[in-house]
């Protein structure tokens, strides 16, 4: 396996000229590394490539729905669901009827 393979796991995200994008495969064989992108999209990148996007470590995103197509409505609905069975969030209910 070449070095630079060894470098990379898949779960390791990286950015590159304000795009961010995480590890998700690894072919040592080929020297080819699997990418998936913030929104989704899979890319397979050779080393002359990997070298080319000057990539550099980072963390992943805070807002992980990137990948998913989520309306506005449905990711308030989503946030309300993560609130659960919160005692304030019941009263504010209740006074705001």
Not at 54 to 83: T, V, Y
Request: hydrophobic fraction near 40%; charge should be negative.
């Amino acid at each position: 396996m070449a070095q630079w393979l060894r470098e990379l796991s898949p779960g390791d995200w990286y950015q590159s000229a304000g795009t961010t994008f995480e590890i998700v495969g690894v072919d040592s064989d080929s020297e080819i590394v699997l990418v998936q992108h913030f929104d989704g999209a899979l890319e397979e990148l050779e080393f002359d490539t990997w070298i080319a996007l000057d990539a550099i470590p980072c963390a992943p995103p805070e807002d992980c729905s990137g990948a998913f197509d989520l309306d506005p409505e449905d990711r308030a609905i989503d946030e309300m669901s993560a609130i659960g069975d919160d005692d304030a969030f019941k009263r504010l209910y209740i006074d705001s009827r």
